[in-house]
Structures are given as C-alpha cells and as structure tokens.
C-alpha cells in the first residue's frame, strides 16, 4: 500500500498463522481500516457488490455477508435493495466497527472454516470480499458456504491467485462436476489495492448453488 503502515497492517494480516491472530491483528486494525483501504484504492467490494447485483434479484431474501469486516458492504446492499443482510467476522473489533454503521439486522462472531450455526439454505445471496485470501480463510471455508446457500441461491467471493492456483480452481471444478454449484461469472484478475505495489492478483467469482 501506499505507506509503511499500511503495508504493515496488511502484510501482518497475510502472514497471520492462527484465526486468533487474525482476530487479534483486524481487532487492533478496525479503528483505522477503512480509511486506510480508502486509500490504497481497495477494490473488492465494489467488484463483489457488482457481481452480486448482476447475478441476484434484491428482495431474493436474505444476504450474508461472510467475513463482514468493518462492513464496508453491509449499508451498500441495503442501498441496492437487498435485505435482510447479515454479516458475520471472526473479529469483535471490525464487528463493533460494522455494527456502529447499522447496516445488518444481525452481525454474528463466528469463524469460517468450521461449522456455522445457520440452517441448511438460510441465504439467497452470500457475498465474501477480500476474506478467502492469504492466511485467512482457504478452500476449506466453502463447504458450509454452499450448505447454508438456498437452491438457486448465488455465492459471490474474491479468490487470491495463490489460493486459486493450490486447490481452489480444482475444488470448484469438481464442485461443477458434481452439480453442486454452476460457475456463473469469474472476472479477469485484478489487484485489490492498487495502491500498494507487487502484490498477487485476485479474481471474482459467482457461483450459482444448484
Ligand atoms: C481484508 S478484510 C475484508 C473485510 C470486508 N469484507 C471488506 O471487504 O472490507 C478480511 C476480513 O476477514 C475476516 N476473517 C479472517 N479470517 C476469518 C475467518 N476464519 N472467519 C471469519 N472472518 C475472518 C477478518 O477479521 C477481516 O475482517
């Protein structure tokens, strides 16, 4: 990013090893976090916002936004029509951020990569920007994703090419192959932040849960 601080942020956060360490780095970054993405440029929910609303009708029903962070998409999704929108973060500090904004009708601090207390198809639309990305959340991360996604339901995310390239592309292959998911829309790679230099490009994604 553009200066020391905001790398230093960021590239803690990347090189996290433990959710709790992630938890604990966004907790102490909440305060300062949009304004330092503001200026770094950062891209992913504007391109996860566009997706979503290329691909799902607002008022289809309920929208989780899965790694809310300081809810940066919570307000923009009600403005375009969605509701309700719930968010979830495995980060009290972004979650109190987010909840301060009142865009969700329920934030939830829960992690992802494990099992999520929501029933089988509770959302229409499930959106994860900037969150299945270096030492955040892998491949691992989908399965209860697609559980909690409704038939017919669309699944918006921001895949980091590292990701992509060690399992991800092949596990949404066989995804395809299976008829769990139809590939709806994959994006050209971008960087997320244009503002920072060097950095490994990521692509949107949308899957339509069959
Ligand atoms: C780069 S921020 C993106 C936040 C928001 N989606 C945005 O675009 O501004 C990544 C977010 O993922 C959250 N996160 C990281 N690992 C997570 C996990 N295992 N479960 C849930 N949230 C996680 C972090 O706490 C952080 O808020």
Redesign the pocket.
Request: charged fraction near 20%; include cysteine; aromatic fraction near 6%.
């Given at each position: 990013m553009a200066s020391g601080k905001h790398e230093g942020a960021?590239g803690a956060?990347y090189d996290a090893k433990r959710?709790e360490e992630?938890?604990a780095l966004?907790d102490g970054w909440a305060e300062t976090?949009d304004a330092e993405?503001a200026v770094a440029g950062?891209r992913?929910?504007s391109i996860?916002l566009a997706l979503l609303s290329r691909h799902l009708a607002p008022g289809a029903g309920p929208v989780l936004?899965?790694?809310?962070?300081?809810?940066?998409?919570g307000a923009w999704l009600g403005i375009m029509g969605y509701s309700p929108v719930e968010g979830?973060?495995?980060?009290p500090g972004?979650l109190a951020v987010a909840a301060r904004k009142g865009g969700y009708a329920r934030l939830h601090r829960?992690?992802?990569?494990g099992p999520l207390p929501f029933e089988d198809g509770s959302f229409a639309g499930i959106v994860?920007?900037?969150?299945f990305?270096s030492g955040?959340?892998g491949v691992e991360?989908l399965d209860e994703l697609l559980r909690i996604c409704a038939s017919g339901g669309i699944i918006v995310l921001t895949v980091k090419d590292t990701l992509w390239k060690s399992g991800f592309a092949s596990r949404i292959d066989s995804l395809v192959a299976q008829g769990t998911v139809a590939r709806a829309e994959e994006t050209q790679p971008y960087v997320s932040m244009p503002g920072e230099t060097g950095t490994v490009p990521s692509r949107g994604l949308v899957l339509r849960r069959l």
């Amino acid at each position: 990013m553009a200066s020391g601080k905001h790398e230093g942020a960021l590239g803690a956060v990347y090189d996290a090893k433990r959710p709790e360490e992630v938890a604990a780095l966004y907790d102490g970054w909440a305060e300062t976090y949009d304004a330092e993405m503001a200026v770094a440029g950062y891209r992913h929910p504007s391109i996860c916002l566009a997706l979503l609303s290329r691909h799902l009708a607002p008022g289809a029903g309920p929208v989780l936004d899965a790694g809310a962070g300081t809810g940066v998409l919570g307000a923009w999704l009600g403005i375009m029509g969605y509701s309700p929108v719930e968010g979830l973060d495995i980060s009290p500090g972004m979650l109190a951020v987010a909840a301060r904004k009142g865009g969700y009708a329920r934030l939830h601090r829960l992690a992802l990569g494990g099992p999520l207390p929501f029933e089988d198809g509770s959302f229409a639309g499930i959106v994860s920007a900037g969150v299945f990305t270096s030492g955040h959340v892998g491949v691992e991360g989908l399965d209860e994703l697609l559980r909690i996604c409704a038939s017919g339901g669309i699944i918006v995310l921001t895949v980091k090419d590292t990701l992509w390239k060690s399992g991800f592309a092949s596990r949404i292959d066989s995804l395809v192959a299976q008829g769990t998911v139809a590939r709806a829309e994959e994006t050209q790679p971008y960087v997320s932040m244009p503002g920072e230099t060097g950095t490994v490009p990521s692509r949107g994604l949308v899957l339509r849960r069959l």
